[in-house]
């Protein structure tokens, strides 16, 4: 399987850190220093369907699939403002396709967990080219009364077009139940059987053990993928990790001993989108010309579960339709 298209889309609204320090107890220096994030991108005026339409319809362009032959639609989603229809649904039809579509909650390692599906879906014959969409709105379900977690997270899409072909060359996902750690607690109805009050309760994060949980999946799970694959670090070219924290990403290029140029990052824009992240970089990346042809990929994610996603592959550059304005700034 190889990816063949890619966008992304990232709502209008900048929230700088400052913004944040002004109605809650932070500051810019804290965020930076712990998280490295300085900007995020927050839904105000668009919705997250459209944000995941701009995004699928920038990948099936540049893939030059038509819609109509797309067969099977994957979206990678926590949560949206509908637990029924999925947002697979939503979006599906205004994209012109014409095929089965599902959600999948691989929390901040669903778009990995969706490429392992569409990966076992193409070798097995079922399906040719698929569309992965990972549209996420944390921002909807993060506590904006409480600093822990509301300067975290943010919102946005990526998108990829996958098909037959040379491509990926392994995956590795991972879970293990660690449910207190994270999560976020949606209210359902009363029923006249079950009479206990169901309330939201908004995201809840054990900050440190989530650092030292995912640092030490991470690099566990970079580990064995590259030994796997009769692979070093120093064979990988470039790795695109989950966009949650500069310190998490700094402890994972530590143990691998690799330099910072190949630890690409725009989390200091655009915050923590939870499983957008990895195509939104890998959008920017291959737009702007950084991703090569025959470049070593490493992907690697984390995310509430606990679960855990890392796949390597060779990149196959793409060919981008002329546009009048780039989708959005470069990653850095
Ligand atoms: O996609 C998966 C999502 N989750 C993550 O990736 C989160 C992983 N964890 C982290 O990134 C880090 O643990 C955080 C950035 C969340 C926190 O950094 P930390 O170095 O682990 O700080 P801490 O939780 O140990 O808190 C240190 C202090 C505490 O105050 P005291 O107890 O030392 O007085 C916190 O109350 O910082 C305080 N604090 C804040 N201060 C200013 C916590 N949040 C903030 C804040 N602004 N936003």
């Not at 700088?16 to 490295?36: H, K």
């Not at 992965?132 to 909807?140: C, D, F, K």
């Not at 992240?277 to 920017?284: H, Q, R, Y």
């Amino acid at each position: 399987m190889k990816i063949i298209g890619t966008g992304s889309a990232l709502p209008e609204k900048i929230v700088t850190n400052d913004m944040l320090a002004g109605f809650l107890e932070t500051s810019d220096s804290w965020i930076t220093t712990r998280t490295g994030i300085k900007t995020r991108r927050l839904l105000s005026k668009e919705t997250l369907g459209e944000l995941a339409i701009t995004a699928a319809t920038a990948a099936l362009e540049s893939s030059g699939v038509a819609p109509e032959n797309i067969d099977y639609l994957i979206c990678s989603n926590v949560a949206n403002s509908y637990v029924t229809p999925s947002m697979s649904s939503i979006i599906l039809g205004l994209l012109g396709c014409n095929c089965p579509c599902t959600d999948l909650n691989g929390a901040c390692a669903g778009f990995i967990y969706a490429l392992d599906i569409a990966d076992a879906f193409i070798k097995t014959g079922r399906a040719k080219n698929i569309l992965i969409v990972a549209a996420e709105e944390p921002s909807r379900f993060c506590n904006w009364h409480e600093r822990e977690t509301s300067v975290l997270f943010a919102d946005g899409a990526g998108a990829v077009v996958v098909t037959e072909g040379e491509g990926f060359k392994d995956f590795r996902v991972t879970a293990d139940t660690h449910t207190d750690v994270l999560y976020y607690k949606r209210a359902m109805e009363a029923t006249p059987y079950d009479r206990v009050e169901s309330k939201t309760t908004p995201l809840v994060m054990q900050g440190r053990e989530v650092f030292k949980l995912a640092v030490r999946a991470c690099i566990k799970d970079c580990d064995i993928i590259l030994e796997k694959n009769g692979m070093t670090g120093e064979d990988i070219d470039m790795y695109l990790l989950h966009q949650a924290n500069l310190r998490i990403i700094d402890s994972i290029r530590e143990h691998l001993e690799q330099p910072k140029e190949k630890f690409p990052t725009n989390l200091q824009k655009y915050g923590n989108t939870s499983s957008a992240s990895i195509p939104i970089l890998m959008d920017e990346l291959s737009r702007g010309g950084v991703l090569k042809d025959g470049m070593n990929l490493l992907l690697s994610a984390f995310g509430g579960g606990f679960v855990t996603g890392a796949a390597i592959l060779k990149w196959s550059s793409i060919d981008y339709p002329e546009i009048e304005e780039p989708v959005h700034e470069p990653a850095v």
